[in-house]
């Protein structure tokens, strides 16, 4: 048996100014930070096994956080994978002991946001006005429509749910407790497969900064603990 917990990432600076950050790599907001805090307070007796983040500077920020007030004895390391030969070769570890208490954290390119295109960095209610809320609503929240030059929700779950099917859930086969921490639109994406959301259900899905959210994976389904 399995547990997996998603949080989505705290409040970043964009999110305060209400602005479109896709792929935009903005860190957390003072808010942000006490909300992985906050998370970290709540998941403080979890044991992870492995932690899994997207590449983007608020995402390893709420999963650094979150685990800094965790109160097992293992101490979160970043692998450096396909990275530089000295990157790789540099931070490996030489004491056995260590190693038995770390806690590897992955990142990975497949949990990013969604790629915003031509509204990166432009306030979402200007947009709307410029645009009307109907359009930019869809925009954000529809399964198959994406903004200009950009990723729909069906774009962004063909990266995210191969690599949750072949990395995360092989590894939740195995009995392990995994974090994710990554964004809105990336966790919507593996939420849908989850919970076997359609398509006109996916669109009220709303994920609040960093809010954990915990499933139990046993005999190959997965069952939401309700307390998340």
């Known amino acids: ?45 979890m044991a992870f096994d492995i932690v899994y983040t997207s590449v983007q500077i608020r995402a390893i920020e709420t999963a650094m956080l979150l685990l800094s007030k965790n ?40 949990l990013n946001e969604r790629y915003y295109g031509d509204l990166q960095g432009k306030n979402k209610a200007q947009t709307a006005t410029e645009y009307g809320e109907e359009k930019v609503h869809e925009w954000r929240r529809s399964f198959d429509t994406p903004p200009p030059h950009g990723e729909s929700l069906k774009d962004t779950s ?18 392990k407790t995994i974090l994710v921490s990554a964004h809105g639109n990336s966790l919507r994406s593996i939420i849908m497969e989850i919970e076997h959301l359609s398509k006109e259900e996916v669109t009220t899905l709303e994920l609040p900064t960093g809010a954990p959210i915990c499933y139990t994976f046993k005999e190959g389904k997965f069952i939401k603990n309700e307390n998340s």
């Not at 998603?6 to 602005?19: A, M, T």
């Not at 390391?77 to 030489?94: A, C, F, Q, R």
């Not at 063909?158 to 009995?175: A, D, M, N, Y």
């Open 158 to 175: 063909e990266r995210t749910i191969p690599f949750f099917k072949e990395v995360i859930v092989s590894q939740l086969e195995e009995g």
């Open 1 to 45: 048996m399995g547990t997996l917990v998603l949080v989505r990432h705290g409040q970043s600076l964009w999110n305060k100014q209400n602005l479109f950050t896709g792929w935009v790599d903005v860190p957390l907001s003072p808010q942000g930070i006490n909300e992985a805090l906050e998370a970290g307070e709540r998941l403080k007796n």
């Open 71 to 110: 109160i097992t004895e293992h101490t979160p390391i970043m692998i450096h994978e396909d990275e530089n030969d000295k990157m790789t070769d540099w931070t490996k570890i030489y004491n056995e002991d260590v190693k038995v208490n770390m806690l590897p954290v992955y990142t990975n390119w497949h």
